[in-house]
């Protein structure tokens, strides 16, 4: 019925357009058709088909791929943790379900009377599960969506007659086995890694390779991956504003988590990329704090360590606030030895540098400060104040893969210098408590590099003005 009924209202709506009338019956058509209700900027499967193609043809002769998805987490008792796919696996796939596998051949291969370069097995349709837990796009979806040639029902990989003993290599990522028994599904991912075991058990499986190539192909961004990295970036930096300028003393770290997940969903991230890290006071020298529970105090500093994932691609951005809207004397001279760590390690972002050069950068502006402030005595000493690295790259994975070698054109890296100086510090009582991180995301250019999140202010004096503005989320005022 509702289908005559959208025939019939398209019928009469392209007698009633002229020809110039063509975007608005563009559009109507566009509203007709359900999907175009959901997220339409999601990479296309002519990009996931050319990274397996880029795949191939850094895999050996005579070579098969395997790629598993992401086991489901159980959170406790018949309540599973949101699901999130392999990022291997959405690369080369786009596919977003459990419970699948994917083989990537080097050569064509003849298989069961088909021949085919690659295959996909997923979970079928199922009316029941899907009442449940939402539509699946089984076989045919995969077929039709993401424009496999040759996809089945994930039990049929059972049994399927390929020996993988006609392959030189079977490059396969390390598998955890971490991961439940659906005693109920003979395609569940328990059984399809069951099945790989048992048909590769006398194959050369190569456990490394596959991990170098993927770390190589994923360091490295296309064009559409920059354009999801920015819209995810522009998103987080929104929401760090609209944080400077909500809070408050008297708010809870939580609070000022929602704020930001807030913008994050209103802006359409789909998910956070990490747990928000919102340490006040004492947690601000917590690197890696994300229970958010305390109450943030005039006085403290705040470390905002965020990111939004937008299409699967998540932002990582840092900034530092003072929760009263002023630096303490002591925390603006930390905060600008910090800024100044980033800036040098922000110019050291260059196309042919080596991957460490940033940090080595900031590191030195750090220890050379810290000794003149006599909170450290020896370079070797400042560095308890910095424990950790300045850089990793980004991408699907807030950690994303890569080789660590010379910086190169398409990379995006983050540059996150910080000095935390816990209570019971060997200095002066005075910057107890001081935690100041700031972190950006650079992309690396055949000229200077981009710092893709720069519409958050960075220097105290932007901060501050910031903070002044008025905001619909205080909490307290
Ligand atoms: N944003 C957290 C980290 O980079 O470790
Ligand atoms: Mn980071």
Redo the contacts with the bound molecule.
């Keep these: 019925m509702k289908f005559l009924f959208s025939v019939l209202l398209i019928a009469i709506c392209v007698n009633s357009f002229s020809q110039k009338d063509e975007p608005q019956l563009n559009q109507l058509l566009k509203l007709i058709n359900k999907d175009t209700l959901y997220d339409d900027d999601l990479l296309p499967a002519s990009f996931h088909r050319e990274r397996r193609e880029a795949l191939r043809k850094l895999m050996p002769d005579k070579s098969v791929a395997v790629f598993f998805t992401n086991p489901v987490r159980n959170r406790s008792n018949d309540v599973d943790f949101e699901y999130h796919q392999d990022p291997n696996f959405y690369y080369l796939t786009g596919y977003r379900e459990p419970n699948a596998i994917l083989l990537i051949f080097k050569e064509n291969i003849e298989i069961d009377s088909i021949e085919t370069n690659e295959l996909i097995f997923v979970q079928p349709r199922n009316a029941k599960r899907e009442t449940w837990d939402g539509k699946r796009l089984g076989a045919d979806g995969v077929k039709e969506k993401l424009e496999f040639k040759y996809a089945y029902i994930n039990s049929a990989f059972a049994d399927i007659t390929l020996d993988f003993n006609q392959f030189e290599h079977v490059l396969i990522l390390p598998i955890e086995d971490d991961f439940r028994d659906d005693k109920n599904d003979r395609g569940d991912l328990y059984s399809l890694v069951k099945h790989f075991r048992n048909k590769s058990a006398n194959a050369k499986v190569d456990k490394r390779k596959l991990t170098e190539y993927m770390a190589l192909l994923r360091q490295t961004k296309q064009p559409e991956e920059i354009e999801l990295l920015r819209k995810a970036i522009q998103i987080t930096c929104k929401a760090q504003v609209e944080l400077m300028k909500a809070l408050e003393p008297g708010m809870t770290e939580y609070q000022t988590e929602a704020i930001l997940e807030y913008f994050f969903k209103r802006d359409g991230a789909e998910h956070c990329g990490f747990p928000s890290i919102q340490g006040a006071g004492e947690n601000s020298c917590v690197l890696h704090y994300n229970t958010n529970r305390r109450k943030v105090q005039d006085g403290d500093l705040l470390v905002s360590?965020v990111?939004a994932e937008y299409r699967g691609y998540t932002a990582?951005v840092?900034r530092t606030m003072p929760v009263n809207g002023k630096f303490s004397p002591e925390q603006k001279i930390i905060y600008n030895i910090v800024l100044e760590a980033q800036n040098a390690g922000i110019k050291a972002c260059k196309a042919g540098n080596k991957f460490w050069d940033p940090h080595n950068e900031a590191l030195k502006v750090i220890q050379k400060r810290l000794i003149e402030l006599k909170i450290a005595k020896t370079p070797f000493e400042a560095m308890q104040y910095f424990p950790h690295g300045t850089s990793?790259y980004?991408g699907l994975d807030?950690?994303d893969p890569g080789l660590y070698g010379p910086l190169m054109p398409n990379q995006v890296i983050?540059v996150?210098p910080g000095i935390y100086i816990p209570e019971g510090s060997p200095c002066d009582p005075k910057w107890w408590n001081i935690g100041v991180r700031i972190?950006d995301d650079i992309l690396i250019t055949t000229g200077e590099p981009e710092n893709l999140s720069s519409s958050a202010p960075r220097t105290i004096e932007e901060i501050e003005k910031l903070m002044k503005e008025p905001s619909l989320f205080n909490v307290i005022k």
């Design positions: 360590d990111g990582d840092t990793h980004l807030v950690h983050t996150e972190e």
